[in-house]
């Protein structure tokens, strides 16, 4: 230890890259961040790189303050009452705060074959495969993607409009998340590209097997590549390391973010729950829970109270292949409206979000920067 109060951030996607720039901004601090890549990962455009329109990464050194120091390793274990993380790669880490921003990933399945036969489109190795495994297939051999979600529903149209034959198999209704009126023009982006949608109570898949997808009742569908976004799952870190979580193995904090087992760490992002203040995981929380996160910390190093977190939502944002697309609505605290903007501006504002969001990480290295 160097004098300075030294902070670990564990993950550096959205809420894990915030958060540190946010630390790093402030004297006395020396702030590390452990993550298994060198280079950050935008998961918001993985559908892109499947399709090979954006390849979804970028520098840290572009993203993230110079004062942060990368440590491009896994954290294997947290120990909380000594302080210190194990490494993958061997070693460890004192800390006095950690910043817990492991995020998340696909979720297992839990339908047979699903784990062995099928890809996944939410993290980067799981989107290069899923592009090679498109790539030894020819364009008239039928895809499946399973789960219509944002992630389903802009995989498949991204797909689809790169000419192959996609079927969407939604589990029950299309779009879950989004309002009633929404969905409609999501339905005719889809129809328009050609996807063909399976809907209702026995669209829900039960088997996978190499090039099939056995549905409820019994219906078999061809397919040569099958990928399941239905649902994200949390790596097992916290529960691992013995800290408390809830079933999906998110780290369970109060309202500060502050892990409920112990005031030195701070959640942010997917991986983090406030049962009491609950949110949908995305990027949108993820980049106001990272500055949360580092605000707590800051508080508590300077003896104040920590502030409970407060969170704005503007609506969802889904490309439907790169010419179309559909924005959802929403009142501040998430909840869907029947308010959209859809077709060619709809792609616009998705588009504009991903930059600003991008411009969003970059100025607040350059802030990071020049301390205060
Ligand atoms: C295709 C797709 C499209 C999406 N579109 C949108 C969208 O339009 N809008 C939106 O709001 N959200 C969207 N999302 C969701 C959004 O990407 C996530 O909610 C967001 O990335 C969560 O940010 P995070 O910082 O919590 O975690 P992540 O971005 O998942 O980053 C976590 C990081 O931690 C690292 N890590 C994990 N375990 C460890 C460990 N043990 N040690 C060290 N590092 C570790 C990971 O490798 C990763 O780099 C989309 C997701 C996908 C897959």
């Not at 274990?77 to 696909?106: E, H, N, P, W």
């Not at 998110?250 to 609950?278: C, F, K, N, Q, W």
């Amino acid at each position: 230890m160097n004098g300075k109060t030294e902070v670990v951030v564990v993950g550096g996607g959205y809420g894990g890259v915030t958060a540190a720039n946010r630390l790093a901004r402030r004297d006395g601090m020396s702030v590390t961040l452990v993550n298994p890549r060198a280079d950050f990962v935008e998961r918001i455009r993985l559908h892109q790189l499947v399709t090979g329109s954006d390849d979804a990464v970028e520098d840290f050194r572009k993203i993230m303050g110079a004062q942060v120091r990368l440590v491009i390793d896994t954290v294997t274990r947290i120990d909380a009452a000594g302080r210190q993380v194990s490494l993958a790669g061997g070693g460890s880490l004192s800390y006095d705060y950690l910043v817990y921003a492991v995020g998340s990933g696909a979720v297992g399945p839990g339908v047979p074959g699903a784990a062995e036969f099928t890809h996944r489109v939410s993290d980067l190795e799981g989107a290069e495969r899923l592009r090679s495994a498109l790539a030894a297939t020819s364009a008239s051999e039928p895809v499946t993607v399973v789960g219509a979600g944002p992630t389903g529903l802009e995989t498949a149209a991204e797909l689809a409009e790169a000419g192959r034959r996609v079927t969407l198999v939604c589990g029950d209704v299309l779009g879950p998340s989004l309002h009633a009126r929404v969905r409609r023009p999501v339905a005719r982006r889809l129809t328009e590209l050609g996807v063909a949608v399976l809907e209702g109570p026995s669209a829900r898949v039960t088997e996978v097997t190499p090039d099939r997808v056995r549905l409820d009742g019994g219906r078999e569908l061809p397919s040569a590549v099958t990928i399941w976004t239905a649902g994200f799952g949390v790596p097992d870190l916290a529960a691992r390391s013995g800290l408390s979580t809830d079933a999906e193995g998110r780290l369970i904090t109060d309202t500060t973010l502050t892990s409920v087992d112990d005031e030195r760490i701070v959640a942010a992002g997917d991986a983090g729950v406030m049962p009491d203040h609950p949110f949908r995981m995305s990027c949108q929380a993820a980049v106001q829970l990272g500055p949360a996160a580092a605000d707590t910390i800051l508080r508590r190093i300077a003896g104040k109270k920590a502030a409970p977190v407060r969170m704005f939502f503007a609506g969802q944002c889904l490309s439907l292949g790169r010419d179309e697309g559909v924005t959802q609505f929403s009142y501040p605290d998430d909840k869907v409206n029947a308010l959209r903007i859809s077709g060619r501006p709809g792609a616009g504002v998705k588009e504009i979000a991903c930059r600003f969001t991008l411009n969003k990480l970059v100025s607040g290295a350059r802030k990071a920067g020049s301390r205060s």
